[in-house]
């Protein structure tokens, strides 16, 4: 139980145009998702907490213009890296904290998808 | 501020040695801790974690770790190492109050050698 997909796993884009990422929780629902930015041999840097039905918080320093994030159901969150640059070719990962799903989870546990690796030529 | 740290990048075991991964932290209140493995260009995967109760957690894959309050620690164990958990594995903590966010040490490459 508790698996979370990522979609796509990788992509390659062209500079100046904008890619959507999806993360799902497949077998429970979410009312919390994270997304976080990873560069290689680094830590996971937390980009923005995404709650189901409102607006996502960001982390000081993140551009929410440039990195939109919809959280449009209990199992959907989607990251949008808008007029994508070099600079923001990285491996960007989402976690769901289990919520309420009629069965016992471990609430207080974040689970991550398997991430997506952007590169902006 | 709160933190949490791992300090060292990497640990070289030979298989059936134990291994430990160190783990400290430093937050308000009571902490939850975890550890999570990262295998190659995938994402993390939950290993353990330490909210209350017995200060000994065991986990997936035979690990385990050990939460000391006074010292601050919540260190990763294994009793005999495998080459299948050469991986990089990350400490993190999620304080109180702060809507269920954690904090991530940098990471420590664990190397097992046959």
């Known amino acids: 139980g508790a698996v979370v997909s990522q979609h796509p796993s990788w992509v390659i884009c062209k500079s100046g145009t904008s890619v959507k990422i999806e993360c799902r929780s497949l077998d429970f629902q979410a009312t919390t998702m994270f997304w976080y930015r990873q560069f290689p041999k680094q830590s996971l840097m937390l980009m923005a907490t995404?709650?189901?039905?409102?607006?996502?918080?960001?982390e000081q320093g993140v551009e929410k213009d440039k990195f939109l994030i919809n959280h449009a159901s209990l199992t959907l969150s989607t990251l949008t890296v808008t007029s994508a640059h070099p600079e923001d070719s990285s491996f960007y990962i989402c976690?769901?904290?289990?919520?309420?799903?009629?069965?016992?989870?471990?609430?207080?546990?974040?689970?991550f998808g398997p991430g997506t690796r952007l590169t902006v030529l | 501020a709160q933190s949490v740290a791992q300090p060292e990048d990497q640990v070289n075991v030979a298989e059936g040695n134990p291994l430990t991964v160190k783990c400290t932290y430093s937050?308000?209140?009571?902490?939850?801790l975890f550890w999570y493995v990262q295998y190659p260009n995938r994402g993390l995967q939950f290993l353990l974690k330490y909210i209350t109760g017995d200060n000994l957690v065991k986990g997936s894959y035979g690990f385990e770790a050990e939460f000391n309050k006074s010292q601050t620690s919540f260190h990763l164990k294994k009793p005999s190492a495998l080459v299948s958990d050469s991986a990089l594995y990350f400490c993190a903590v999620r304080p109180g109050n702060q809507g269920g966010k954690l904090i991530f040490g940098q990471g420590t490459e664990l190397s097992v050698k046959p």
């Open positions: 995404s709650n189901e039905g409102s607006k996502a918080t960001y």
């Open positions: 976690s769901a904290r289990g919520g309420t799903s009629g069965r016992p989870l471990k609430a207080d546990t974040q689970y």
């Open positions: 937050v308000s209140g009571n902490p939850y």
